[in-house]
């Protein structure tokens, strides 16, 4: 896999792993973590937890598609992209407004995004 196809999925992931962390067992947030938040080998995690690469190539991957499963349900991060970009539209729009307007509403449609 090219590296930057690479990176597009380890921040998929790491963006999804953000909205659905709370949902995963313990094992699976664990594995995660380790693999895309602290860049271990899998045979590093191996090692650590005393079992093959196989067992914790199959965990991340089984973990990976919980994520997705719960984003194709739930479609938080989705929703959460679709804020931020009208907040920019937003923003544009109101740029020629009052600074006062413009800082009021910008915290406002911040609330609005962080309520995730």
Excluded: C, W
Aim: hydrophobic letters at 40%; glycine letters at 4%.
């Amino acid at each position: 896999m090219p590296e930057d196809q690479v990176l597009e999925k380890t921040n998929r992931i790491n963006a999804l792993f953000d909205f659905y962390e709370p949902l995963l067992t313990e094992k699976q947030r664990t594995f995660l973590r380790l693999y895309f938040h602290d860049d271990y080998s899998l045979g590093e995690i191996a090692e650590n937890f005393d079992i093959s690469r196989q067992a914790v190539y199959e965990h991340i991957k089984r973990a990976e598609l919980v994520l997705h499963d719960y984003e194709d349900k739930l479609g938080l991060q989705q929703k959460h992209e679709s804020r931020i970009r009208l907040r920019e539209e937003l923003t544009l729009a109101l740029a020629g407004s009052a600074p006062e307007l413009l800082a009021r509403t910008g915290a406002l449609l911040d609330q609005l995004i962080d309520l995730d």
